[in-house]
């Protein structure tokens, strides 16, 4: 099972931006996902093309199941 943590920001122009982290270390702590998306922000560090990021919008993990399958 392949887990991602997806960090969602909210940009100038009123759209969303997302940043993935592979492999989180869980438990997830709020506060310090909090923390580093705020620095991201601070640091300006990304620029998408959809929009400067200026806000916090939310995080989330996400988990699936990938099924590979031999075609013969």
Do not use: C, W
């Not at 438990?27 to 640091?43: G, N, T, Y």
């Amino acid at each position: 099972m392949a887990k991602t943590l997806e960090l969602q920001f909210t940009t100038d122009l009123g759209k969303y931006a997302k940043l993935t982290v592979d492999s989180p270390k869980e438990p997830v702590d709020p506060a310090a996902v909090k923390l580093a998306m705020e620095q991201i922000i601070a640091s300006n560090a990304f620029l998408p093309t959809n929009g400067t990021i200026v806000a916090v919008h939310s995080a989330r993990v996400v988990e699936r199941n990938v099924s590979d399958y031999e075609l013969v």
